[in-house]
């Protein structure tokens, strides 16, 4: 799957984070295509929930910082998020669960990033384009990590 402007947010970090995530669901469609067996779809099931709370972690961070108003909607998706990524772990076992592993993922974490993670970015932007020159916003939009 490729990277398209429309998935970007603005946040540095952010978006690549995305584009991992959309790396991800590549990864899981080219199994599916290959009919992969379950020792090799729930790794990358696992490894997508672990990086999953990595991503919402920082997400959830960032939204502190701000501090963004729909903080507790947007960690009540994330939980959701992690909830049917455990299901899907639960489920890749059966061989007819396996060919809707792709899909799902592919909704589930694209949807996110379209739906409310651009509607995050949109407000911490907004933020800091508001903010005096030397009050924070002198490069702080790409809120980058330690690098």
């Known amino acids: 799957m490729k990277w398209k402007s429309e998935y970007a947010t603005g946040i540095h970090n952010l978006d690549n984070q995305h584009r991992t995530i959309l790396e991800i669901i590549t ?8 009919r ?18 990595y991503h919402f972690d920082v ?15 947007h960690r009540d998706e994330h939980r959701n998020a992690l909830a049917r990524i455990a299901d899907i772990e ?3 076992g059966r061989e007819s669960a396996r060919d809707r592993v792709a899909p799902a993922m592919k909704t589930l974490l694209l ?4 739906g409310s993670d651009r509607r995050f970015a949109q407000c911490a932007l907004d933020l800091f384009r508001r903010r005096p020159f030397g009050a924070g916003n002198d490069g702080a939009h790409r809120l980058r990590g330690p690098e």
């Open 36 to 53: 992969a067996h379950w020792d090799q779809v729930h790794p990358l099931v696992q490894s997508t929930r672990r990086f999953m709370e």
């Open 59 to 73: 997400e959830e961070s960032l939204m502190r910082l701000i501090p963004y108003s729909e903080l507790r909607t």
């Open 90 to 92: 639960r489920r890749v």
């Open 27 to 34: 990864r899981f469609e080219r199994m599916g295509e290959g």
């Open 111 to 114: 949807g996110h990033i379209t």
